[in-house]
Nanobody, 121 residues
Framework: QVQLVESGGGLVQAGGSLRLSCAASRSIFSINRMGWYRQAPGKQRELVAIITPGGSTNYADSVKGRFTISRDNAKNTVYLQMNSLNPEDTAVYYC???????????????WGLGTLVTVSS
C-alpha cells in the first residue's frame, strides 16, 4: 500500500518545540519533492515547507527562521523541526510527496492523513 505516515504532533505551550516525522511505506521506491502542509480550523490548506532530493528548501514566510525541514533519502523520511511555536501554528499538519512506485513504474502524489499540532497560549 502506498502511504505516508506522520507522527510527532501533540500539545505544546507557546514558545515550545515539536518535531514531526513522515515515513513512506516500503511500496514507495523513491521520493522526489517532499513537503509539509497545514490546515487550521476554518482555513485552507497551506504550504509550510518543501525539500528536494538534493536538499534545497523553501518555506512559508510565516515559519521562516522557526521551522526546519530535512529528509533522510535512505529512509524515505522527512522531518519538520518546529521551534518558537505560537498559537497561530495550531493546525493539522500533512506530509506530501511526489513518489516513485515500481511494478509497474509510475509516479504519483501521496498525502498523509495528518497529525494535529496544538499550541496553547
Amino acid at each position: 500500500q502506498v502511504q505516508l505516515v506522520e507522527s510527532g504532533g501533540g500539545l505544546v505551550q507557546a514558545g515550545g518545540s515539536l518535531r514531526l516525522s513522515c515515513a513512506a511505506s516500503r511500496s514507495i521506491f523513491s521520493i522526489n519533492r517532499m513537503g509539509w502542509y497545514r490546515q487550521a480550523p476554518g482555513k485552507q490548506r497551506e504550504l509550510v515547507a518543501i525539500i528536494t532530493p538534493g536538499g534545497s528548501t523553501n518555506y512559508a514566510d510565516s515559519v521562516k527562521g522557526r521551522f526546519t525541514i530535512s529528509r533522510d533519502n535512505a529512509k524515505n523520511t522527512v522531518y519538520l523541526q518546529m521551534n518558537s511555536l505560537n498559537p497561530e501554528d495550531t493546525a493539522v499538519y500533512y506530509c506530501n510527496a511526489d513518489a516513485v512506485v515500481l511494478n509497474p513504474y509510475r509516479t504519483l502524489e501521496v498525502w498523509g492523513l495528518g497529525t494535529l499540532v496544538t499550541v496553547s497560549s
